[in-house]
């Protein structure tokens, strides 16, 4: 489950998903990742800017259920240490991207 404000980026996932064949198991939902509820959740991935990681960290904390794992894209979370850091110098199209594994 994705969840996004931005309605084309939700347009432009779901076609994404639909033509990798994905839409049995994955779906983007449009909507504010300060609204929902965590607590199910064994894997949580965020994509979000330092100031937005702030803002959700709490509501992280407060619902996720032991165990979870979180991975951060690009910036990490303050005041949580990562379990794993693991840097990509080129995904195969140009970018590089670092990822963060933490667990609650
Ligand atoms: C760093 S950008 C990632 C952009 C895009 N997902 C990508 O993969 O290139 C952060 C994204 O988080 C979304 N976002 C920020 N705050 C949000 C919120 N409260 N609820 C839902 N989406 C949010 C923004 O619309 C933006 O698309």
């Known amino acids: ?5 931005d309605k084309d980026l939700v347009k432009q996932s779901s ?3 639909e033509k990798l064949g994905l839409s049995k198991s994955a779906q983007i939902i449009l909507g504010d990742i300060m609204e929902q509820d965590y607590s199910s959740a ?3 991935t965020v994509y979000l ?3 937005s990681n702030d803002k959700v960290r709490p509501i992280l ?5 032991k165990g979870t794992r979180i991975v951060a ?7 949580w240490t990562a379990e794993k850091v693991q840097h990509i110098e080129d995904d ?6 670092t990822l963060y594994l933490y667990r609650r």
């Open 73 to 79: 894209h690009d910036f990490e979370f303050s005041g």
């Open 15 to 17: 076609d994404r998903i």
């Open 1 to 5: 489950m994705g969840v996004e404000f």
């Open 61 to 65: 904390e407060r619902q996720l259920k």
């Open 42 to 44: 064994d894997v949580i």
């Open 92 to 97: 195969g199209e140009g970018r590089s991207h």
């Open 49 to 51: 800017l330092p100031m």
